[in-house]
């Protein structure tokens, strides 16, 4: 069989198992238990989508709790949706048909894609449209997802079940030995509201709004108390985040240890053992789990670990949940092994940083729009900053809030670099990330680089109950500095010209003349070097430009132009006479 085929056998291998069994709760296991095969649901697994087929998104009923039908909205009428496998290299397709009576559109979450394909908002399908989304898949091997993201309605439709995976398989990681085939499993995470079974009712209160829309029963690929069978080998597990806000601390109940052997963005540079880890909305860990200890029919389970969080009421951050009961009921082999080393990564150099954008979050008073970035809530039509491609550039996210923001880019996999200064990450912060959880008061900073596609793209949390709520800004990335429509370099030179006129009251033009586009800061000085005016802070193509400075609040005395672009700074003096 080929390895692919292996892949997608894993993937597809358990799909949609009856339930015959009763509702009951896994109790909380804090240690190795018996197996008691008599509760809960075996794990299911999506169907695996196949590549240049339709993905017909529509209200439906699924089958979730045993007997009984739930209302989703969910693509193919699965829950999760299908599985896409892919390769790397490869080029997807899949043709969208939106059935809801409402907006929607498909992200794939940590995938580079051209701005079109990126399901921005903007983009949205509109009831009853349809889409052709295809791109070639450049990214790493590695656990993604794809979900919903139309305007103000990500979380609800995510919430009703809008959402699957997007596995990129690459062949280069054949020789690492992970295990593959039914050893390799991918689990998506969900918490849903136990008083709601069997409806996914969203009916989003104060708290909320404030803390995410918790639950407190987690389904694993759509499986309430789900448990799986497990052999006395080394597993794959492919673990995603797909809930609306919640956070886990993910543990095995004996407290074992494990390997974690990739982040958002695909393999990290080394297995690191660990007990726990923290995984936020939208992130992905991969984690190398080793049953061999245990005996046949015993058996462990995957749980949430109690932390402590900022929130109240019924459904809070923090409390331990049951994700997954293993089983252990045979003894084959995966002929996996943890890898004694893995490929390389680049880390960036935060010397080599060009541009440094901070992001403040922040939450008002009020019931709408209080989540904010920079003091700014998302609109549509307002493009935040401009990026320039292949400039390595520093994010610094200063979370001024008691919650917990887990902060996502689209279009380029990042890398933390410290937390509240500190380089030291944990395991699941080293790597290729995509998303990052900012605790209460942290700073964390992060560096970026673009070096796909130009066009507008999001910036945002991923607490989907604060991007609807507009914590989210829209960036562009453009041609990058120095380089001109036709691709040659050009030397980064600019001229700035003697204000007209001058002595002026009040007012004045600046004139310059900049040979290649580029980010340009121009700011005004007063004699003690005091900021007093900001000219320009953009993107600026090439070409002859004019502003003009008023200096209708200032008094008489001599101020200073000083102008950058790329490495070079110019400055020149003027007088105002009042
Ligand atoms: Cu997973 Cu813009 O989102
Ligand atoms: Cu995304
Ligand atoms: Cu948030």
């Known amino acids: 069989m080929k390895r692919r085929d292996m892949l997608k056998k894993s993937l597809g291998g358990g799909a949609l198992l009856a339930f015959t069994n ?29 590549n240049g087929g339709t993905m017909t998104l529509s209200e439906t009923n699924v089958n979730v709790w045993p007997g009984q039908n739930t209302l989703g909205m969910v693509i193919n009428g699965s829950y999760p949706g299908p599985s896409v496998v892919i390769q790397k290299g490869a080029t997807f397709t899949a043709n969208f ?16 894609t051209p701005e079109l394909m990126d399901g921005h908002p903007k983009d949205a399908i509109p009831a009853g449209g349809n889409y052709t989304y295809t791109f070639p898949v450049g990214n790493r091997g590695g656990t993604y997802f794809y979900h919903a993201h139309a305007d103000m309605r990500t979380a609800e439709q995510v919430y009703k079940g809008f959402a699957g995976f997007f596995i990129v398989d690459d062949l280069a990681e054949l020789p690492l030995n992970l295990p593959r085939g039914n050893f390799d499993i991918p689990l998506c995470l969900q918490d849903h509201r136990i008083a ?26 759509g499986t309430p108390e789900a448990y799986l069978n497990v052999n006395t080998t080394l597993y794959r597990f492919r673990i995603l985040n797909g809930s609306n806000g919640r956070v886990y601390k993910v543990a095995l109940s004996d407290n074992s240890p494990f390997h974690i052997i990739a982040t958002d963005g695909g393999l990290k540079d080394a297995a690191v053992q660990a007990t726990s880890f923290y995984l936020s909305p939208g992130e992905r860990v991969d984690i190398l789990i080793n049953f061999s200890s245990y005996a046949i029919g015993q058996s462990v389970t995957l749980k949430s670990q109690a932390f402590s969080a900022p929130g109240m009421g019924t459904y809070r951050q923090g409390i331990e949940l049951d994700l997954l009961r293993f089983d252990i009921t045979g003894n084959q082999s995966s002929g996996g092994v943890v890898p004694a080393s893995m490929p390389s990564i680049t880390y960036y150099n935060p010397a080599e940083v060009k541009a440094a954008r901070n992001f403040i979050l922040s939450v008002a008073g009020g019931t709408m729009n209080v989540h904010k970035i920079n003091g700014l809530s998302f609109e549509m039509e307002r493009i935040d900053w401009q990026t320039p491609l292949n400039s390595l550039e520093e994010w610094k996210i200063v979370n001024a809030t008691n919650n917990l923001h887990p902060m996502h880019s689209h279009e380029a996999q ?20 995509d998303t990052v959880l900012v605790y209460p008061f942290e700073t964390v900073r992060t560096l970026v680089k673009f070096t796909e596609y130009k066009g507008i793209f999001l910036y945002h949390c991923h607490n989907l109950e604060h991007e609807d709520d507009g914590m989210m800004l829209n960036f562009k990335i453009v041609d990058p500095i120095g380089i001109n429509e036709t691709g040659e370099t050009l030397p980064d030179t600019f001229e700035l010209k003697q204000n007209f006129p001058n002595p002026f009251n009040p007012s004045t033009s600046i004139s310059f003349d900049l040979n290649v586009s580029g980010n340009v800061e121009m700011n005004v000085y007063d ?36 102008m950058v672009a790329g490495d070079i700074v110019k400055t020149i003096k003027m007088t105002l006479v009042k």
């Open 414 to 433: 990042f890398q933390v670099y410290s937390r509240n200064g500190i380089t030291d990450l944990a395991p699941n912060d080293k790597g290729w990330k």
């Open 196 to 221: 709601d079974i069997p409806q996914f009712t969203y009916n989003v209160q104060m708290n909320d709004m404030m803390f995410g829309y918790l639950g407190d029963t987690v389904l694993v690929n």
């Open 97 to 112: 048909v939106n059935q809801l009576n409402e907006p929607a559109t498909i992200h794939w979450h940590g995938v580079s």
């Open 22 to 50: 009763p509702i009951d709760l896994i109790s909380n296991a804090s240690k190795v238990q018996a197996k008691d095969s008599s509760v809960g649901n075996p794990l299911r697994f999506p169907p695996v989508f196949t």
């Open 527 to 562: 004699q003690t070097g005091k900021l007093v005016a900001t000219l320009v802070d953009n993107y600026v193509p090439a070409g002859s430009h004019k502003v003009i400075f008023n200096a209708s609040g200032l008094s008489s005395g001599e101020y200073f132009v000083r």
